[in-house]
């Protein structure tokens, strides 16, 4: 699969069974992920991963700080949870944004690579993501933000994938140069 297959052909799968990736291929994916932009260098992250048994104790904390039972059974949904740990670092050049911005590329990477190797996944958030049950089960210091996880496993095989439209992409792009302005506006594209 070519760069803009993989990136025009991945969608957010809801729907993961088992397998999921071993370890050592998580972490061959991930350390190819983490090669995103990251001015700094900081790697202003870290990933928890949750499988088997874990995966109920992340959904008793969600329980338990909902108050909704039917929470407890949401992290059972994918075989592999990753969880997704921002740790902004403060006093530094880079600004907190752009630390943000280097985590959410990373994250976006390693849909990609999982995407590209068969594997689906899906980048799930919700209002529960600052709670205190959550952040004490995950052991998250008080520095740091939980962005969510991405659950991956195995497609089911008979999801219907939903196609993307495309935009005008012309409405989304501008320039000081009015030459390219004309351009665009003539024939979507640069000549």
Same mark, same amino acid.
């Given at each position: ?22 370890? +050592? ?13 990251? +001015? ?152």
């Amino acid at each position: 699969m070519n760069p803009i297959q993989a990136i025009v052909s991945r969608r957010s799968v809801a729907r993961l069974t088992a397998p999921a990736p071993a370890d +050592h291929e998580l972490m061959l994916l991930v350390e190819k992920a983490a090669t995103a932009p990251d +001015h700094g260098l900081l790697r202003p992250w870290r990933l928890i991963v949750i499988r088997g048994e874990a995966r109920r104790i992340v959904g008793s904390a969600l329980a338990a700080d909902t108050g909704d039972d039917r929470d407890a059974g949401k992290p059972l949904r994918a075989p592999l949870l990753v969880t997704i740990v921002f740790q902004p670092q403060a006093g530094r050049k880079v600004a907190e944004w752009e630390q943000l911005a280097a985590t959410s590329a990373m994250v976006q990477n390693l849909s990609l690579l999982l995407h590209i190797r068969g594997w689906g996944s899906i980048w799930r958030t919700g209002p529960h993501l600052d709670k205190p049950a959550i952040r004490e089960a995950l052991g998250l210091a008080e520095s740091e933000r939980l962005l969510g996880w991405l659950y991956i496993g195995t497609p089911e095989p008979h999801q219907r994938v939903v196609r993307r439209p495309s935009m005008d992409v012309r409405t989304r792009v501008s320039s000081l140069d009015e030459t390219l302005d004309q351009s665009l506006d003539q024939s979507g594209a640069r000549s």
